[in-house]
């Protein structure tokens, strides 16, 4: 069973920083796709940022500018790093892979989810 695990959640005032972190409990070399997920209460869960096999990364609209993702093979992890952070970013944030080894890039299917970690941020 494929376990991804977050960490570097917490409080942080806007306008700070956050950095998250998910370690896989396979390699994710080769791995079609990682991605961030996030929910708050009373919004629908939203893709945050992914990022390919060949590091293409997307983000969505809220966050462009202000997050990044990253990947490193040999720790089998992947970051988040949140800069700039507003009030509307608090959420619970999930580590999401898709650890298929394909010859071809095709859409990510998020088969495995971390077990999310808590994003607050004061105004």
């Known amino acids: 069973q494929v376990q991804l695990v977050e960490s570097g959640g917490g409080l942080v005032q806007a306008g700070g920083s956050l950095r998250l972190s998910c370690v896989a409990s396979e390699s994710i070399s080769g791995a079609n796709g990682m991605g961030w997920y996030r929910r708050s209460p009373g919004n629908q869960r939203e893709l945050v940022a992914s990022i390919t096999r060949d590091d293409l990364t997307n983000y969505a609209d809220s966050v462009k500018g202000r997050f990044s993702i990253s990947k490193d093979i040999a720790k089998d992890t992947v970051y988040l790093q949140m800069n700039n952070l507003k009030p509307e970013d608090t959420a619970a944030y999930y580590c999401?892979?898709?650890?298929?080894?394909?010859?071809?890039?095709?859409?990510?299917?998020?088969?495995?989810w971390g077990q999310g970690a808590h994003v607050t941020v004061s105004s």
């Open positions: 999401v892979a898709d650890l298929r080894k394909l010859l071809f890039k095709v859409p990510p299917r998020w088969d495995y």
